[in-house]
């Protein structure tokens, strides 16, 4: 019997734990590594030649909304071509369960419905149907605070009242039993922004004790900000949990810039409390079409619209003269749908990505023709055009950002490392090459640079292919939970 079924020869380790590359061979065995080192004298079914390549730990996307796809695109090409292994569903309070089967959905959870309609009461039963049939990364879930108030509230414009807020909360504790990895909201967005921090609190008590992490689209990402920044430390202390500060920016042109002011707020609370952060490496954000004004202030491009699909990937401003209204008059008739804002500045965009805590998410939604190109292109874009190009940090530290420190922070342990036990979860790519193709115009072009891609050791993805294995798992919370470590100094 050969001593692996795959050993992948000559190539560079980039090990996730942000330390410098070394060369290595690395032996699979049963979907997990179990030798690294000079391999040349052992055996194995299959071989891959790594030479001139860097072997990295497969990325872990943080933040995605991915909880539809995973059962109606389970191929999920448009994560394993990044050399993605690991998504983390259920960000922005949005998630398929807990819901009812018949309750309509409002925006933002509409957006998880694009494809089909299916919605889960439990996260155990969503949990069951991926294990039915895998797809092709491994996923971790979140459950969505929005989700929570649909399935529990009549009506969504204000706060929850005490019976509520206790059906909220056991719900919760269901599916934290169930392996949820913590709880999102998205008070930025209209049916969770009546929610008070009183409601946000008492529905999380059902984390406490038990390892679970507080993760938020902040209510306020503009003029507001540290004030939203302030809400969310509240929370994760009153609650004694992690918290994760989602696709943090500064939106509209007042607020550039400000992320000298945020950044060092940020890394003073984290020395008394844990706190994380993810970032998408775009100066454009996407999300549900909306119409108020604060939010029309830039550029923005349709990238799917229900009633007017014709409309995908055309300027709002162009859309509006066609049509003689106005902006704001033609986002209402646009929706429901998704557009792309471009409301950042690049030099915050580049400053919160080389804070050294910060992790890598994609944010991607995977709906329609024309979605933002960062759900095809945000990890290549981070080594290829910010690491390389840029140089804002080198090859190992972008590598971190996307799987050690993810890892850790999330309580995946055996993810997110080149290590001997850990979960055969590998992406083989050109350090020289590797780039995200995917812009604007052509949203859905695959990255360059990713040689192989390998999920619980099986490969996925190859000379830009998709090789029809769906090996992923359902990752459910671990004993210790997500990650508790605090950032003294
Ligand atoms: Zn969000
Ligand atoms: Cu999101």
Redesign the pocket.
Known sequence: MPDFDLIIRGGTVIDGSRAPRFDADVGILGGRITALGDLSAASADSVLDASGLIVAPGFIDC?THDDQALLSQPDMSFKVSQGVTTVIAG??GISLSPLKPDTPLPAPLNLLEAHERARFATLGEYFDALRRKPPAVNMAALVGHTTLRVRTMGTLDRPAQAAEIEAMRSLLAQAMDEGALGLST?T?YPPAMHASTEEIIAVGQAMMGCGGLYVT?MRDEGDHVITALDETFRIGRELDVPVLV??HKLKNRANFGRSAQTLPHIRRAMQCQCVSLDCYPYDAGS?MIHTDRAMLDGRVLIASSQPHPECAGRDLTDIAAEWGISREDAARRLQPGSAIYFLMDEADVQAILAFDETMIGS?GIPVGEMPHPRLWGTFPRVLGHYSRELGLFPLETAVWKMTGLTARNFGLNDRGRVAVGAAADLVLFDAALVIDQADYAHPTRPAAGIHSVLVNGVPTWQAGRHLGARSGQVITRGPAGAGRTLHAA
């Open positions: 933040h960000n922005c998205g930025f689209h989602s696709h999300t944010d």
